[in-house]
Nanobody, 119 residues
Framework: QVQLVESGGGLVQAGGSLRLSCVVS????????VGWYRQAPGKQREMVAQ???????NYPVSMKGRVTISRDILKNTVYLQMNTLKPEDTAVYYC?????????????WGQGTQVTVSS
């Protein structure tokens, strides 16, 4: 089975930084796109960053310049580096990957990690 486990969230003051980790099992990072998403109370889920099977990155305009997504193939881990954090970055952050494994489609999400930015 494809599974993802997030970690690295916590409480940080405005202007600080955090690095989130997503450990992926059951598939190769060289075969699938992995994305980071977040959801704050009362708001819709939004995409924060994506990294493709070839290592190409994608960011929404609102996030570009403050976040960096990267991966470690040997550790099967995707990272999200967030800098200059703001209170509006407070949310539960999830990682996701989907594709086809052994001829069967999958769409897997992690349990989420809480990020809280104080002023």
């Amino acid at each position: 089975q494809v599974q993802l486990v997030e970690s690295g969230g916590g409480l940080v003051q405005a202007g600080g930084s955090l690095r989130l980790s997503c450990v992926v099992s059951g598939t190769s990072l060289s075969l699938n796109t992995v994305g980071w998403y977040r959801q704050a109370p009362g708001k819709q889920r939004e995409m924060v960053a994506q990294i493709s099977s070839t290592g190409s990155t994608n960011y929404p305009v609102s996030m570009k310049g403050r976040v960096t997504i990267s991966r470690d193939i040997l550790k099967n881990t995707v990272y999200l580096q967030m800098n200059t954090l703001k209170p509006e970055d407070t949310a539960v952050y999830y990682c996701n990957t989907n594709g086809v494994r052994f001829g069967r489609p999958f769409d897997s999400w992690g349990q989420g990690t809480q990020v809280t930015v104080s002023s």
